[in-house]
């Protein structure tokens, strides 16, 4: 919570609870943070560790830590698991490396993380597909996300937990599961767009090819400005900050050119090469940030 939260992540941190699907940048308010998904070894934890002692949550340390573009890579001690994950457009990558021999092997699905849930479901499609969604509210009163969610390998048995109020998924993998991946894709507009997304972005399961096409992409947009400079710290420096002002605003559109309005409607597009675009702030950004734009898109 607080500022240092808004983002789901901050430099400070020394706990990680899960990994979400959805994030703000620079801003003061805790909108986004969707579809938390926390791995688990051993006795599985369903309440969260910000809330109640003895919840899910690990420890990580910066010196087992790695982050790229559309990459990051992060060791949870207390669970032993290493974490992988890579991103395309609408649609991402887990990989989970578990350490721990003994104790079965658990995924969460936290639809209760973060701002106020309105309504959500959980639909076990088969052992290895889950869709889903979480309608909330924060700063935008009634935000749409939906969720389509296949596994490499089947889960062994699966719990709903849906009493006092909660909407969460625990998948629970037999105890020889050494290692685990995920692929999941996302939409504002329904379930079926988001299974679109995923199978369109990333039909296979390769976390390592999925890299190298984000690389290439962002190597598209940091090129539009290219600098000669033998200080290697003063390009580091240029060059992140270029990528900063190309976090936001968020594609929204989906890849058949759908998208959800501000009137709750479903919108197409004109051409699937058009994309919609949302979360663009006014608030400070127009005095660089956009007329940077005029340039470089």
């Known amino acids: 919570d607080g500022w240092d939260g808004c983002s789901g992540y901050h430099y400070s941190d020394s706990i990680i609870y899960g990994f979400s699907h959805t994030h703000l ?42 982050a790229s573009v559309g990459y990051y890579e992060v060791y949870l001690e207390e669970d032993q698991i290493n974490v992988k994950l ?7 990558i887990h990989q989970y490396t578990f350490e721990k021999k003994e104790g079965e092997k658990h995924i969460l699905i936290d639809l209760d993380h973060r701002d106020m849930l309105l309504s959500s479901a959980l639909n076990l ?4 597909t889950i869709s ?18 296949k596994l490499d390998t089947p889960y062994k048995k ?35 767009g988001a299974a679109n997304n995923l199978n369109t972005e990333i039909p296979g399961w390769s976390l390592h090819e999925l890299r190298a096409e984000s690389v290439k992409k962002w190597n598209n947009e940091l090129n539009k400005i290219q600098i000669e400079d033998e200080n290697v710290t003063n390009k580091s420096i240029f ?11 968020n594609l ?17 597009l004109k051409s699937t090469k058009d994309q919609q675009y949302t979360v663009f702030s006014l608030w400070d950004t127009y005095r660089a940030t956009h007329p940077l734009y005029t340039i470089i898109q």
């Open 252 to 268: 929204f559109s989906d890849v058949d050119g759908l998208y959800r309005g501000r009137d709750q409607k479903i919108h197409q």
């Open 86 to 92: 890579c991103a395309s457009e609408r649609s991402g």
């Open 239 to 249: 060059y992140t900050a270029l990528y900063h002002t190309l976090i936001a605003p």
């Open 158 to 192: 699966s719990k709903i937990i849906s009493k006092n109020g909660q909407h969460k998924l625990l998948l629970t993998f037999p105890e020889e599961t050494k290692s685990l991946t995920l692929k999941i894709g996302i939409s504002a507009v329904n379930e079926k």
């Open 132 to 149: 889903g969604y979480r309608i909330s509210s924060a700063w935008a009163k009634e935000q749409h996300l939906y969720f389509y969610l």
């Open 25 to 66: 940048s620079g801003t003061g308010v805790p909108d986004y943070g969707d579809v938390l998904i926390c791995p688990q070894s051993g006795k599985a934890k369903t309440q969260p560790g910000y809330l109640f002692k003895g919840g899910y949550g690990s420890t990580f340390s910066h010196k087992k830590e790695t």
């Open 125 to 128: 499609i088969d052992k290895n």
